[in-house]
């Protein structure tokens, strides 16, 4: 019997609405909270005094965490769980800031509730010796146990400059640690074209590339060599004086169309522009593969440069310097745009915004805030330009940008370098709308579409299993037919970026919503989807062992945990609102035995 159907399907979404690039909606800088809520971000006093260089806040906008690179502080200000000094030792100064190089933060792709912190840092010491730059992950977690997040344990490990449990060094293709002498450690985040993510790190002569997907982070790099003194040129130490010359540092920045690296090297160490070398150069970027090529050296930029961004749409960069008009004579900083699409095209010194003079302050760092826009500080003063936020107007014009100073006064509390934004993960992002001609398949489930439209010779017969998954609307147009005997189920669903690209649309999905699946350790939840009312099935092996479990909503809040020792559980939360969980299951030891999505109906 074939059953002819003559109807159309419109279903709309429920209201997953996530707000752009929420997880940087703070900056905490040490009694000043910058807030980015609003149109205009405000600075909020607070009690802590703890300047962080990485800041991450949950999808409400709320401060989750922030960190120095060396100590880790939840939402309350109070140092995490296993947060005091990650480093544990490796850097030995008076402190921090002149230490660590760089801190950026990245989320775990394969585990919603995990965050990476990378870190380079410099050791001091008051000797005549000169250490190499390190750059070091830490992995912090939130759980049913510690709510507001612990830094996790790595293991022991045996390092040249002392032990620590709570890092581990990034390494080369060859499993080498990198040590970069002579005050580098560039680092940045960028996100990938499978909206997975990029971490990448300048090294010496090499790019390196580290990928952060559904399988966590790669620690193998993506590998792209440069010629000498291209993308590095070494500074020279004076082991007699105990004073280093030549290029300090390295700043990189992935372009937001993400086409291309720029690079930027620079030196602090002397008043003279003669001895204060500093060069830009772009490379070509592969988001697909990770890889950089084709170096070119950027010209007509001036000297003493010292930070910069790119705009928005990735055809002007503006960066900040100090002018001399005499040796060790400091004028006023700058704000200087370059045209990225014509090097012939001379650089422009911005005026103040609805003025005709250049700001009188002396601008030390230029960062984007998490709507796109330029934001200035000021590590110099004057008329206390140093306690206000400032602002690039109208950035994607390189004839009519202009510097918009004090627009938000930082309380009277100074701030200095600004934290690099974290990558976001996009849960809304889908693929294009999927038209069906015919279905060839047995069993498969379409997912992570828009909308998904059946033609008129559409057919499923009694031998097909097909399940369709759209973000906004599935259609099955007139003369769509569908034999009695097939199992069809159609219906409405945010794009899932935690669906691994290798399994969607394969039959690796089959019968993922209606029967048993084997996952981790063997652990079965079933069904799914189901009305709240499901049994987890544990191994054998496991038996007698205390189990935390929790759940999660996709906003990441926690709304169930309980603590179980049985092989099997059994879970009655019917009065959930409907829509899509992530539930886990951890050992008392701390370690995850089992994490699955679930759908209650």
Known sequence: MMKKIIFLVLMFSCAFVFAQNLINNHWKLGQTDLNFSNATPTAVVTNNANYAYATASDSNGNVLFSTNGVDVWDKNNNIMYNGDDILQGLIVSNGYNDDILNTIIVQNLGNINQYYIFTSYNISCLCNTIFPTKYVYSIVEFNASYPNGYV?????????????????????????????????????????SDDNSWVVVQYKNKMLSYKIDIQGLNTVPVESTFSNNQIYSPSSWNSSQGTLTGNKGEKIRVAPNTNFL???????????????????????????????????VLSGYGYRIYDFEISNDSQKLYYVRNQFTNIGQNVNGQVLVKDLTNNATPVRVLNEYLASTTPTSQFGYIQ????????????ATSFNKNKYVHKIENQDSFSTSTVNIN????????????????PELDMSTCDQTLVLNSETNANFTYINYEGIISQTNYNLNASNNITMLANSSILLKAGTTISLGANFLARIQPCDIY?????KNSNALDNSFDEPIERKNHVLLYPNPNNGNFTIDLPTYKIGIRYNLSILDLSGKLVYQKGYKSDKINILLQDIEKGIYFLKLIAEDGSLVFEQKFIKQ
């Open 152 to 192: 996790v344990d790595l293991g022991n490990q045996d390092l040249q400059y002392g032990t620590t449990t709570f890092t581990k060094f990034l390494q080369d293709a060859n499993g080498a640690s990198l040590d970069a002498y002579l005050y580098y450690g560039s680092l940045t985040a960028t996100k990938a």
């Open 262 to 296: 720029i690079g930027l090297e620079y030196s602090e160490t002397n008043d003279d522009p003669a001895q204060s070398p500093f060069k830009f150069y772009k490379l070509d970027f592969n988001v697909n593969t990770g890889a950089f090529s084709n170096y070119q």
């Open 368 to 379: 984007k805030d998490r709507k796109g826009n330029i934001l200035l500080t000021s590590y």
């Open 407 to 422: 627009i938000v006064y930082l309380n009277g509390f100074l701030i200095s370098r600004l934290p690099q934004l974290i």
């Open 499 to 503: 669906v691994s690209k290798a399994m």
